[in-house]
């Protein structure tokens, strides 16, 4: 069904075939959890524009605050006025929020145009080339940060060479690794104290492997004196929702420490309250990285992003080295100000642990029926990967494309994570309960539509 005298096909015949397109259908209007098409068609929204639509679709006051703003001025051009009125009340607001070191921001607008600043701010501080990314990550679609991106190859193939300077280093989530498999096989990595804990298996119990790993890494591939940075996102994202062992972030945070090396947190898709705290590594780490990098959910989906680092990083920079057009437009600023206002005053930090572990719990309780050998991730970044039919890991190939697409049919908007067979839940931070329930139900009935 289409829109303005245009069939959907028509439509598509005007749009680049090289972006993956979930189902046919346009939309029209949003509002909270759900989201209306043109067909009529009524979707609760599980996905949010990938984890952008915080506060949920056109929340009344993020609304009026991008209505103002409009009305008042859009763009103040950042070379030209160096900060608008909405500018300072996000800066405000993102100084009760950071990480205490992080008080100088630097404003783009998209998460691939924060991790390619960070590489150059990486770069000029230590004056070091190298940069260290996990396998499994995702740090977007230009070419610097498709360089550090490995979750998927359809990201990359055909599209090299990249710029040269990235290590990969084993990204450490062991459910398919050969010493989780010996000291017991499956089990569900979920957040502590989610109820109920099932089979819970605690990672501690496995690899040591990738810090040591680093270690050599830095005997074979990259020497300290050459590595500037090591960037990874506390909580991996499009890779399939993986947390690190307890530990490995305050490991890696003495590492870079004694090496000169810079930390870099790529919090784009686990930041701004989605896992029910501010920022992800607040979870696993009470180390403050140097950089942190912000997107998607920061202004409920006008587009906005950052890089938050400690100010002395800036050192060896002049003016005019960083930059861009739209980076801090007031609009986007008014967006995210609000964005952050809703979060702390409607509660969505205590609402997004509390759904977390309602659909936790949900998921655990449908793995008991249905081949999902891994329920894991924190607050409102949940993922469930499936496996094969006969209890073990290797899970039948487009098993997740198919529990989507069956999900898609039923009016529950849902997303595949990673390389393997993973579905990821990402709700809007204000998802009511009676919501959550009705996901878990719509999510049970494709279930049954694939596996029963
Ligand atoms: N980093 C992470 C962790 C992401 O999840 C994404 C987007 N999925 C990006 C960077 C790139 O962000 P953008 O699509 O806004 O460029």
Known sequence: VGVGGWSYAKIVEHLSPAVSKFSPVVAERGSGSYVWTTDGRKHLDFACGIGVLSTGHCHPRVVAAVQEQAAQIIMAQQNIFPASRPMV????????????????????????????????????YTGKQNIIAFDGAYHGRTYGAMALTTSKTVYRQTFGPFPSGVVNAPYPYCLHCKARQAAGGLGYEVAPNTPPLGKAYDQRQCCG??????EWMFKTHSAPSETAAIIIEPILGEGGFLTPPPGFLSALRALCDKHDMLLIFDEVQCGVARTGKWWGHQHLTDAQPDMLLFAKGIASGVPFAGVSAKPHLYDKMSPGMMGGTYGGSALGCAAAAATLDVISGEGLLQNA????????????????????????????MMAAEFGGADGSLAARPHTAADVTHAAGLRGLLLLGA?????????????????????????????????FG
Request: glycine share 8%; aromatic share 4%; charged share 25%.
């Open 209 to 214: 492997g990738p810090l040591e790993s680093l």
């Open 418 to 450: 990673g390389a393997r067979e993973t579905v990821r839940f990402l709700p809007p931070l204000n998802v009511s309960e009676s919501e959550m329930e009705e996901g878990l139900g719509l999510f049970e009935q494709s279930l049954e539509d694939v």
């Open 89 to 124: 009340d996000l800066l405000q607001r993102l100084e009760t929020v950071m990480p205490s070191q992080l008080t100088s921001h630097f404003f783009c607008n998209s998460g691939s145009e924060a991790v390619e600043n960070a590489v150059k701010i990486a770069r000029n």
């Open 353 to 380: 642990a509390d759904r977390g572990q309602q659909l936790a719990a949900g998921l655990l309780r449908l793995s008991e029926k249905y081949p999902i050998v891994d329920v894991r991730g924190r607050g409102l």
